[in-house]
């Protein structure tokens, strides 16, 4: 019974230590207070990823989401902010056929997956006027759509063709890269959805 109380009485008390350090840090010399410091790279433990509520920090940013860019309708875009989920990358174009074909599968399958595997539309070789219709014809308002009129993404991608589908998953790595069905992209979205 002693045992158990010391052991009790030291667990209480370690943790009220750790919390009285935790509040006395404040900004290291020369920081601003409130400044944000970028975050540690994740490290990998040697049995395998951390799992549960202890690997609650934020996910390390993978070179092939470390990119910026404005949506269609003019908002910022970050993809830093997909980190440590599975993504696909669709590059379209406007007057693209194939592309047409997809967006019916792309805007019945993105909003249920949303938070599990995003769906990012990358809208290149044509006008932003084009654009943004065919995003109204076929619904794809509820849809992240970069504009990239420029082809920056596309040259990055590597991508020489629309309509093409990037997939990466949760560390960023590149499964497939190339044409995907509306079957075949439902069951890579549901396989990347289900981990």
């Known amino acids: 019974m002693r045992t158990a109380a010391r052991v009790t009485a030291a667990?209480?008390?370690a943790a009220t230590l750790a919390a009285a350090t935790a509040c006395a840090a404040g900004p290291e010399p020369g920081e601003r207070a409130g400044a944000v410091a970028p975050a540690p790279p994740a490290a990998a433990s040697p049995s395998g990823p951390a799992s549960g509520p202890a690997s609650a920090s934020p996910a390390t940013v993978p070179a092939a989401l470390s990119f910026t860019g404005k949506t269609l309708d003019g908002t910022a875009f970050d993809a830093a902010a997909?980190?440590?989920r599975p993504v696909v990358l669709w590059f379209w174009a406007p007057w693209c056929a194939t592309c047409a074909s997809?967006?019916?599968?792309?805007?019945?399958?993105a909003p249920t997956y949303r938070d599990t595997v995003p769906i990012v539309g990358v809208a290149g070789l044509g006008e932003q006027k084009a654009m943004k219709s065919f995003v109204t014809e076929f619904d794809l308002g509820g849809t992240t759509q970069?504009?990239?009129?420029?082809?920056?993404?596309?040259?990055?991608?590597?991508?020489?063709?629309?309509?093409?589908f990037v997939v990466l998953d949760r560390t960023g790595r590149v499964v497939h890269q190339g044409f995907l069905d509306g079957e075949a992209l439902t069951r890579q979205v549901e396989t990347l959805a289900r981990g």
Not at 102 to 109: D, H, L, R
Not at 147 to 158: E, P, T
């Open 11 to 13: 667990a209480v008390l």
């Open 146 to 164: 970069i504009d990239d009129r420029a082809g920056a993404l596309w040259r990055r991608f590597k991508v020489a063709e629309q309509s093409t």
């Open 82 to 84: 997909l980190a440590g």
């Open 102 to 109: 997809q967006a019916w599968t792309v805007a019945e399958i």
